[in-house]
């Protein structure tokens, strides 16, 4: 396995607010091979707050654990009302142009996939079909008892 640093990158000094130079980053993908790792971060100019910071549900809420989902119908219940109610702001995010850089890099072969921690779809509303979602996804459900898997919005 090939292993390559992090990219890490300052823009040069007089660039315009709000461009960039890709030069960095096509020399890091250049090479193929790449797997993306994304979390709440690329999310955030899509509207959906960043879990641990301003806004994020963790400043508001304890993280529910599979221990305390799995265990009690009280606490599904708590989880599914504030979770109706997050809905709202996912189901109004679109991809941007992180996600959208992301999908057209793995178009042109560059990435070997991307991982998310992510829960929104946005990697592949985007257009992504390498994703892993670490978390799983907002717009799947499953059964506790079958373990069968529904689409979401099938269960509204």
């Known amino acids: 396995?090939?292993?390559?640093?992090?990219?890490?990158?300052?823009?040069?000094?007089?660039?315009?607010?709000?461009?960039?130079?890709?030069?960095?980053?096509v020399e890091a993908l250049d090479g193929g091979g790449v797997l993306v790792l994304s979390g709440a971060g690329i999310s955030t100019e899509s509207g959906i707050p960043d879990y641990r910071g301003e806004g994020g549900s963790l400043s508001r809420h304890t993280p529910m654990t599979y221990q305390d989902f799995t265990g009690s119908a009280q606490a599904r219940r708590r989880y599914w009302a504030r979770s109706h109610l997050g809905r709202r702001t996912f189901g109004r995010a679109r991809p941007n142009a992180g996600h959208r850089a992301v999908a057209a890099f793995e178009r042109h072969g560059l990435l070997a996939g991307v991982i998310t921690q992510n829960v929104d779809g946005?990697?592949?509303?985007?257009?992504?079909?390498?994703?892993?979602?670490?978390?799983g996804g907002l717009d799947r459900v499953v059964c506790l008892s079958c373990r069968a898997s529904s689409p979401r919005r099938d269960l509204a």
């Open 1 to 25: 396995m090939r292993v390559r640093p992090t990219l890490s990158w300052t823009p040069p000094e007089g660039l315009p607010p709000g461009t960039t130079d890709l030069e960095p980053v």
């Open 122 to 135: 946005l990697h592949q509303a985007a257009g992504s079909e390498g994703v892993v979602e670490l978390h």
